[in-house]
């Protein structure tokens, strides 16, 4: 099973749409969860951190379940600059790396 | 506001030769990544470093690999014999502290090997 695992995509919505990307985690251990996106060839950017309680940034919420080891995002009212590649990523124990899942690619259309 | 830097932005050599590439962490940082993407794929963790010496590497930094401080300011990644699989986005990262602080990635460096 793989360490973080993402809906594989892509996914292609209007403006304006709701768009639910998942993830799942293999490690119960892990400790500390994002959502990164990355620009087509830029570098990765922290999204939002996750929180069990759930967050929410603006359009953006994020939501954990320890017990399913699974993270979600929710983006509302989609923009045209949303379009971007969506990555899950965990700490995992003790350590300082973070384990990148492969991405889920969104593009909003006008 | 402050930002990671890497230097080249794109380099090109030949399999078997050295390589070294540059970046700047963000100055009051004190834990210093590298990753890498190879083309199409996620990114990977290759190496942490703190207090002037390597945290943890994964199984992708074999001997080949070494990452060195060598002032207060650079962080390098050098591989000695480059093969044609280590074609991929290099990125460095910083971060102040670790776990919930967020890492901070540089643009990366394209390493193409021919």
């Known amino acids: 099973r793989k360490e973080v695992e993402q809906d594989p995509g892509p996914f292609n919505v209007p403006e304006g749409a709701t768009v639910a990307f998942n993830c799942t985690y293999s490690n119960s251990a892990s400790q500390s969860f994002f959502w990164y996106r990355q620009d087509c060839r830029k570098e990765p950017k922290l999204l939002m951190s996750v929180y069990s309680s759930g967050n929410e940034d603006g359009r953006f919420t994020a939501q954990l379940n320890r017990a399913s080891q699974y993270i979600s995002l929710l983006i509302r009212d989609s923009k045209l600059s949303d379009s971007a590649t969506y990555l899950c990523v965990v700490i995992l124990g003790s350590n300082y790396k973070l384990t990148f899942g492969k991405g889920t690619l969104l593009t909003v259309n006008p | 506001e402050p930002e990671v830097t890497q230097t080249p932005s794109h380099q090109v050599t030949q399999m078997g030769q050295e390589v070294i590439l540059r970046c700047v962490p963000i100055?009051?940082?004190?834990?210093f990544y590298w990753y890498r993407q190879i083309l199409g794929q996620k990114v990977e963790f290759l190496v942490s470093?703190?207090?002037?010496?390597?945290?943890?590497k994964s199984e992708i930094f074999d001997d080949q690999f070494s990452v060195e401080r060598p002032d207060g300011s650079n962080f390098t990644l050098k591989i000695r014999s480059t093969k044609l699989e280590d074609s991929a986005m290099y990125f460095c990262?910083?971060?102040?502290?670790?776990?919930?602080?967020?890492?901070?990635f540089g643009p990366g460096t394209r390493l193409t090997v021919l």
């Open positions: 470093f703190y207090n002037n010496e390597i945290s943890e």
């Open positions: 100055s009051n940082h004190l834990y």
């Open positions: 990262a910083s971060s102040e502290t670790y776990l919930d602080n967020e890492q901070f």
